[in-house]
Each structure stands twice: as structure tokens, then as C-alpha cells.
């Protein structure tokens, strides 16, 4: 049984920083890509980046590329989101998300999801 337990989210002024984490239990990942979604009010879920846990493949959403940085730390099963210059837009809930397999763009494709974190960009 995997689970994913997402922490790190909170209130900060657009322009800052926040680092989320996500700790992964239940499985080997090494064949795992890891994701991270978000989902703002009235909105559909998002993808925001992914990297594969054997290679370290990333990959990012246009809107985040330059200003996120996905990375892992394989001793600790967990997978961090950097969100550097947050604006106002990037307001949501973040979600881990991981498959077996490559990465895919599309939430339907990830079989297992954390409970979500809030992040709040204030203008």
C-alpha cells in the first residue's frame, strides 16, 4: 500500500518561496515517477512537475519552468517541490501524486494521491 504524505504548504506574500515535501512509504520507488498537482477553486486538477525516481528524469509545466525545481532524496523517500517567486496564481492545493512508469501529464494516470496540501500566494 503506498502512501504519500504531503507537508509544507502555507501563507506567503507573492515573491517568496516555500519548499513542499513529500514522504513515500509502502513500496520500492525506483520505478516510480513521482508528481506534483494542483487544484485551484473552481478549477481542474493541474500537472506542475514530475521526476522519475531511477534517473531523475523532471519535467514541468510551462507555467512553473524557471521558477520550481523538483528534485528526491532517495535515502528518505521523499520528493520535494522548490516554488521559488510565487505569484498570486500559483494559490491551490498541491498534491503528490506517483505511478509506475514514466511521466505523464494527466492526474488519471497516477494511481495514488496524497491528502494535499494548501498554498497561499497573497498579492
Known amino acids: 500500500q503506498v502512501q504519500l504524505v504531503e507537508s509544507g504548504g502555507g501563507l506567503v506574500q507573492a515573491g517568496g518561496s516555500l519548499r513542499l515535501s513529500c514522504a513515500a512509504s509502502g513500496r520500492t520507488f525506483s520505478s516510480y515517477t513521482m508528481g506534483w498537482f494542483r487544484q485551484a477553486p473552481g478549477k481542474e486538477r493541474e500537472f506542475v512537475a514530475a521526476i522519475t525516481w531511477s534517473i531523475g528524469r523532471t519535467d514541468y509545466a510551462d507555467s512553473v519552468k524557471g521558477r520550481f525545481t523538483i528534485s528526491r532524496d532517495n535515502a528518505k523517500n521523499t520528493v520535494y517541490l522548490q516554488m521559488n517567486s510565487l505569484k498570486p496564481e500559483d494559490t491551490a492545493v498541491y498534491y503528490c501524486?506517483?505511478?509506475?512508469?514514466?511521466?505523464?501529464?494527466?492526474?488519471?494516470?497516477?494511481?495514488?494521491w496524497g491528502q494535499g496540501t494548501q498554498v497561499t500566494v497573497s498579492s
Open positions: 501524486a506517483a505511478r509506475v512508469g514514466w511521466v505523464q501529464l494527466q492526474p488519471d494516470e497516477y494511481d495514488n
